[in-house]
């Protein structure tokens, strides 16, 4: 038998409503004995009204007997359990009883979120109805639709399951649904990173994987190649934020026969550099090592200043190449003598070997938020255009990149642009929708509208409020029952008004004691404020680059604000001599990449500044729904 989902319990519409509570109660506190006196007391109060709603939409159409009732389902490989689902002719129905007299925005982004994530990633949902419910059990008077979600006194619950099923279709099979390996979420970055490493095979997604095949499969061929033609190439991989540039990086660094340690004979050598400390950080806390994820700039300091140390490996994997350090940063970082950038002299190292060699950049779209950052791809176009034999590399990447290297030798391979996130789930629009948001001029609010509610649609909640406290207050009963979720604190590093008003610790003095693999991964019980769950460490721009949360609790700054429809950055806090060469491009990048970090949400407080009040009224305009008193 194949192994099943956990679950409290399970039976047909019948079965449960006859069977007695005590019955019913034991067998949930058998799933699951750790469960909290709260909960026992919920499921005593609320199993006996389930069984009567149940009771009488039999009443009404026996026919519906056979359907099934599943209490407590526990997400497969999460912790997530919805108080119930109900496997309906029609569909699937997602039961959350709250002892309240009303939903309130919590509540409704929680059974969104069970439905999106149901019906994207369970295979017994697909080409079904998946029905998300509210049931406040103290609500009184008529139901409502809000936000895709039902919202249902506990007197007329048995009149909407009745709603929902179809006679004409026949039930989901209960031990289809049950089956543990029926559920394939989306993973974060981490969780995909520690199943490559440990199980040594590509995560096993119910759909994000197809995203990043297409690529991986792209560069393994050109690495192939390159080494059967001893010849040397540059690859660029292109995309989004979110799409899985660097997930694409991570599988054909670690994928079998890319390292001699592999045993596969031949094998050439790889690494994976990363500029990004944070990400860096977290993967090496993760995985518990630091050999599959390795700091550029430690890289680099071993070879630069040893001219005659040929590399080990043959292929270079650059994560983030867009951000790579002009000359003069790598100078001051790097302290390299001479007037070489990062690009330059990772191709200089590459030529090196005497046999063969591929440096794989993986490019995103405006993420350059250091100083020394701006050159973009226009540094490895020098790069190549500098070195002594420059026909002597082949350069690959997606068309849109070709007129960059012109005069060079460019193949074009569309494969090498992810075009699509799968970061914020199925949430597809939200770059483009963020990107609009942040133009100097940005987009009219009304052309936005309908943008942000397709994104709701989809299950990604856009949420703002101009008070902190119901922002954390949200945030934290929104994921209550979801403990190994991560929501946290973000706010842009070149704001200076945020800490003083508002207590939000995102200056330099503040930030650099974060520890971001604990910050990342760590439960609220491993030390207070270790955590990003507790909402009280913030990071910056700089922290989340490259990473990702469930959800972001954005302090907007007064370092970009809206200013007679334009955005300004003249607030902002000072760079010290000489400065970037457009300061405003990187704060609408550090921007970018904070509403860009969330999977499940972005919650946006906007202090009660008079400054901001254009900025918070535009928002609104553009989708982003108060939160509820």
Same mark, same amino acid.
């Given at each position: 038998?194949?192994?099943?989902?956990?679950?409290?319990?399970?039976?047909?519409?019948?079965?449960?409503?006859?069977?007695?509570?005590?019955?019913?109660?034991?067998?949930? =506190?058998?799933?699951?004995?750790?469960?909290?006196?709260?909960?026992?007391?919920?499921?005593?109060?609320?199993?006996?009204? +389930?069984?009567?709603? $149940?009771?009488?939409? /039999?009443?009404?159409?026996?026919?519906?007997?056979?359907?099934?009732?599943?209490?407590?389902?526990? %997400?497969? /490989?999460?912790?997530?359990?919805?108080?119930?689902?109900?496997?309906?002719?029609?569909?699937?129905?997602?039961?959350?009883?709250?002892?309240?007299?009303?939903?309130?925005?919590?509540?409704?982004?929680?059974?969104?979120?069970?439905? #999106?994530?149901?019906?994207?990633?369970?295979?017994?949902?697909?080409? #079904?109805?998946?029905?998300?419910?509210?049931?406040?059990?103290? /609500?009184?008077?008529?139901?409502?639709?809000?936000?895709?979600?039902?919202?249902?006194?506990?007197?007329?619950?048995?009149?909407?399951?009745?709603?929902?099923?179809?006679?004409?279709?026949?039930?989901?099979?209960?031990?289809?649904?049950?089956?543990?390996?029926?559920?394939?979420?989306?993973?974060?970055?981490?969780?995909?990173?520690?199943?490559?490493?440990?199980?040594?095979?590509?995560?096993? &997604?119910?759909?994000?994987?197809?995203?990043?095949?297409?690529?991986?499969?792209?560069?393994?061929?050109?690495?192939?190649?390159? =080494?059967?033609?001893?010849?040397?190439?540059?690859?660029?991989?292109?995309?989004?934020?979110?799409? @899985?540039?660097?997930?694409?990086?991570?599988? *054909?660094?670690?994928?079998?026969? /890319?390292?001699?340690?592999?045993?596969?004979?031949?094998?050439?050598?790889?690494?994976?550099?990363?500029?990004? @400390?944070?990400? $860096?950080?977290?993967?090496?806390?993760? %995985?518990?090592? !630091?050999?599959?994820?390795?700091?550029?700039?430690?890289? *680099?300091?071993?070879?630069?200043?040893? #001219?005659?140390?040929?590399?080990?490996?043959?292929?270079?994997?650059?994560?983030?190449?867009?951000?790579?350090?002009?000359?003069?940063?790598?100078?001051?970082?790097?302290?390299?003598?001479?007037?070489?950038?990062?690009?330059?002299?990772?191709?200089?190292?590459?030529?090196?070997?005497?046999?063969?060699?591929?440096?794989?950049?993986?490019?995103?779209?405006?993420?350059?938020?250091?100083?020394?950052?701006?050159?973009?791809?226009?540094?490895?176009?020098?790069?190549?255009?500098?070195?002594?034999?420059?026909?002597?590399?082949?350069?690959?990447?997606?068309?849109?990149?070709?007129?960059?290297?012109?005069?060079?030798?460019?193949?074009?391979?569309?494969?090498?642009?992810?075009?699509?996130?799968?970061?914020?789930?199925?949430?597809?629009? +939200?770059?483009?929708?963020? @990107?609009?948001?942040?133009?100097? =001029?940005?987009?009219?609010?009304?052309?936005?509208?309908?943008?942000?509610?397709?994104?709701?649609?989809?299950?990604?909640?856009?949420?703002?409020?101009?008070?902190?406290?119901?922002? !954390?207050?949200?945030?934290?009963?929104?994921?209550?029952?979801?403990?190994?979720?991560?929501?946290?604190?973000?706010?842009?590093?070149?704001?200076?008004? &945020?800490?003083?008003?508002?207590?939000?610790?995102?200056?330099?003095?503040?930030?650099?004691?974060?520890?971001?693999?604990?910050?990342?991964?760590?439960?609220?019980?491993?030390?207070?404020?270790?955590?990003?769950?507790?909402?009280?460490?913030?990071?910056?721009?700089?922290?989340?680059?490259? +990473?990702?949360?469930?959800?972001?609790?954005?302090?907007?700054?007064?370092?970009?604000?809206?200013?007679?429809?334009?955005?300004?950055?003249?607030?902002?806090?000072?760079?010290?001599?000489?400065?970037?060469?457009?300061?405003?491009?990187?704060?609408?990048?550090?921007?970018?990449?904070?509403?860009?970090?969330?999977?499940?949400?972005?919650?946006?407080?906007?202090?009660?500044?008079?400054?901001?009040?254009?900025?918070?009224?535009?928002?609104?305009?553009?989708?982003?729904?108060? +939160? !509820?008193?």
């Amino acid at each position: 038998m194949q192994p099943e989902a956990r679950r409290g319990w399970d039976s047909s519409f019948v079965d449960f409503s006859a069977v007695t509570k005590s019955r019913v109660l034991q067998a949930l =506190r058998a799933s699951y004995p750790d469960s909290s006196p709260a909960e026992d007391r919920s499921w005593t109060v609320n199993i006996p009204l +389930l069984q009567a709603e $149940v009771r009488e939409s /039999m009443q009404a159409d026996q026919s519906i007997q056979t359907c099934t009732a599943v209490l407590e389902y526990q %997400l497969p /490989m999460e912790l997530r359990r919805p108080d119930a689902v109900l496997l309906v002719r029609g569909g699937i129905v997602i039961l959350e009883l709250k002892g309240e007299v009303d939903a309130n925005d919590a509540a409704i982004d929680q059974a969104h979120a069970y439905a #999106r994530d149901l019906r994207n990633y369970h295979r017994s949902c697909h080409d #079904r109805e998946v029905s998300p419910v509210v049931v406040p059990t103290r /609500m009184r008077g008529p139901q409502r639709f809000e936000r895709d979600v039902h919202v249902c006194p506990a007197d007329r619950l048995d009149e909407l399951i009745n709603e929902l099923d179809s006679e004409g279709d026949h039930a989901v099979d209960p031990a289809e649904f049950l089956a543990a390996e029926a559920y394939k979420p989306l993973p974060s970055l981490v969780t995909a990173a520690r199943k490559l490493f440990f199980e040594k095979k590509p995560p096993q &997604l119910w759909r994000s994987i197809a995203n990043t095949d297409d690529a991986v499969c792209a560069v393994q061929r050109i690495i192939q190649e390159a =080494r059967a033609t001893q010849t040397r190439r540059l690859v660029l991989l292109t995309g989004v934020p979110g799409a @899985g540039k660097t997930l694409v990086g991570l599988r *054909v660094a670690h994928a079998p026969g /890319m390292n001699p340690t592999d045993g596969e004979g031949e094998s050439p050598g790889t690494i994976f550099l990363s500029g990004n @400390g944070p990400l $860096v950080d977290v993967l090496q806390y993760v %995985l518990e090592s !630091k050999v599959f994820v390795r700091p550029v700039k430690a890289y *680099v300091n071993r070879h630069k200043n040893q #001219r005659s140390l040929v590399p080990s490996e043959n292929v270079v994997i650059f994560d983030e190449a867009q951000r790579a350090h002009d000359a003069e940063r790598v100078s001051e970082v790097h302290g390299a003598k001479g007037q070489q950038s990062e690009p330059e002299l990772l191709i200089e190292f590459a030529e090196r070997r005497p046999d063969w060699a591929v440096v794989v950049g993986l490019i995103g779209n405006g993420q350059e938020i250091h100083v020394g950052e701006e050159g973009g791809i226009g540094l490895w176009v020098r790069a190549l255009a500098s070195t002594s034999a420059p026909g002597s590399w082949l350069v690959h990447g997606p068309r849109t990149m070709q007129n960059a290297f012109d005069g060079l030798q460019f193949s074009v391979d569309d494969s090498l642009n992810l075009g699509q996130t799968i970061r914020s789930h199925m949430a597809t629009e +939200l770059h483009e929708y963020v @990107g609009r948001l942040l133009r100097r =001029r940005p987009d009219a609010a009304a052309s936005l509208l309908p943008i942000a509610r397709r994104l709701e649609h989809e299950g990604h909640d856009l949420r703002i409020t101009r008070r902190l406290d119901q922002a !954390k207050a949200y945030l934290k009963e929104r994921y209550a029952d979801h403990s190994e979720a991560r929501f946290g604190l973000v706010a842009s590093s070149r704001d200076k008004d &945020l800490e003083p008003v508002c207590g939000i610790p995102n200056s330099w003095n503040a930030t650099r004691s974060v520890r971001y693999g604990p910050w990342y991964n760590d439960p609220e019980s491993h030390g207070e404020g270790r955590s990003c769950r507790h909402l009280e460490t913030c990071v910056t721009e700089f922290g989340a680059q490259g +990473l990702e949360l469930d959800a972001v609790l954005l302090a907007w700054g007064t370092d970009f604000v809206l200013r007679d429809g334009s955005w300004s950055n003249d607030r902002a806090r000072g760079y010290k001599a000489p400065g970037p060469s457009n300061p405003w491009q990187l704060r609408a990048n550090a921007y970018r990449v904070l509403l860009t970090r969330g999977r499940d949400a972005h919650v946006v407080f906007v202090p009660e500044l008079s400054c901001l009040d254009e900025t918070y009224s535009y928002l609104v305009a553009c989708g982003f729904r108060p +939160l !509820k008193a």
